[in-house]
């Protein structure tokens, strides 16, 4: 029978290594999704808490949400996070400090993207 299934999935149709660069690529695209996957569901929890506002708080609907939909850990945990989070934003203030006291970049919202950086620092290639 392992004959069999030999010839049908042969080693090298489906092999176990793949070049590095298609890996680094595969898992870039794995985060993307995932992080896909969280926004929906934070999304979909943001809606159980308003449509169960008059007869659970806040953190009881997340809480049904996430057992609900049966999310595994550590997701369940991420996804009632940034629940939170955006039900924060909200309802607790946000204060910020001036921006004489804190040299903060133009754009707040992300960090550059040093993607390369470590694949250069290998090549020996220096960035001005």
Known sequence: MWTALKRLFPETLFSRKIDPSAERRLRLAQAR???????????????????????????????????LMS?????????????????????????????????APADESRPPLRLGESSEAKRGVKRA
């Open 71 to 103: 999310i595994p850990e550590p997701l369940a945990s991420t996804v009632a996070t940034r629940t939170l989070v955006v039900l924060g934003q909200d309802l607790v203030p946000y204060r910020r400090r001036s921006r004489e006291e804190t040299a």
């Open 33 to 67: 999704a995932e992080e896909s996957i969280i926004r929906t569901h934070v999304d979909n929890a943001l809606m159980f808490v308003d449509t169960l506002a008059e007869d659970l708080t806040f953190d009881r609907a997340i809480d049904s949400y996430v057992r």
